[in-house]
């Protein structure tokens, strides 16, 4: 199924940072390797063109310190990398060979992180209110009748849970929201929709749809996360849409009847 396009709070952010999870990428060892063979180079032709002048040392003392130090460099250079955790994220370090292989106890701040690229990895998980626009589907009512569903949810995810979440799924949260929140929506509304008949959804709207929120905000808030609003888009069967037409005497319908219970 199509990802659909989400839209947030902070969508347009001064970072320029999409609105779904970023999995930092890890560091650029090949930019690393490069930079530590250009110092080597540097220190190799400081040494032949004697530019590197440590007075009161000996030649060889000298090549063994331009060494040692050259060795010093190099290990900073390709164990030790750096990743700054934006405003609104809460980044999560990843111990790739540790004995516990997980998430660390800590959930990182925003800031900078220095982290080893061979052993550890750095996510990072947005925690502003994001709005997803999810694909429609339909549900059954009590009676049988088919109505359409075209949910737009507003969402977060609960501040310092962010290891928790990754924890659980190892997936991108943009991969969570579209996957495993979208089963909880539809769920919502299935198992909601299936307790009545037409006739009562459609006299009883405003109570229908305060039950399907309360059951979406009950299934999200165990996964950390927290329902900020949800606008259900739930459209009438056409056999109503149509009786109401003809008691009405409108053709194209009325207002109410051609959005349904959005």
């Known amino acids: 199924m199509e990802n659909r396009r989400i839209r947030g709070v902070g969508c347009n952010n001064p970072h320029g940072r999409r609105c779904r ?10 930019t690393n390797i490069v930079s530590v063979a250009i110092l080597l180079i540097w220190l190799l ?4 063109t004697d530019c590197l002048t440590l007075q009161k040392i000996k030649k060889m003392k000298k090549i063994k310190f331009v060494f040692m130090l050259s060795l010093i460099l190099s ?3 390709l164990t030790s990398c750096s990743e700054r955790i934006d405003a609104g994220s809460e980044g999560i370090l990843v111990n790739l060979y540790g004995t516990d292989k997980g998430v660390d106890d800590v959930s990182l ?4 992180v220095w982290y080893n690229p061979f052993t550890e990895e750095v996510y990072e998980y947005p925690t502003f209110v994001q709005t997803i626009d999810y694909p429609a589907f339909t549900i059954n009512a009590k009676d049988g009748s088919e109505f ?10 609960v501040d310092g849970n962010a290891p ?11 991969d969570i929201v579209n996957g495993t929140l979208f089963n909880y929506v539809k769920d919502a509304f299935r198992i909601q929709l299936n307790k009545y008949t037409t006739d009562q959804i459609v006299s009883n ?15 999200l808030a165990k996964e950390h996360f927290h329902l900020e609003q949800l606008t ?3 459209k009438y069967p056409s056999s109503i849409v149509e009786a109401v037409n003809q008691k009405t005497g409108y053709p194209g319908g009325t207002e109410s009847t051609q959005r349904g219970c959005g």
């Open 21 to 30: 999870a970023q999995g930092m990428s890890k560091a650029d060892t090949t």
């Open 45 to 48: 032709v400081s040494i032949a």
């Open 75 to 77: 290990a900073l250079c």
């Open 109 to 112: 701040v925003t800031g900078r």
């Open 148 to 157: 359409t569903v075209d949910p737009t949810v507003s969402l977060k995810m």
């Open 164 to 174: 928790r979440v990754f924890k659980k799924y190892r997936k991108e949260l943009n």
């Open 205 to 219: 709207r405003d109570l229908v749809e305060r039950a399907i929120e309360a059951q979406l905000s009950k299934a």
């Open 232 to 234: 259900s888009g739930l």
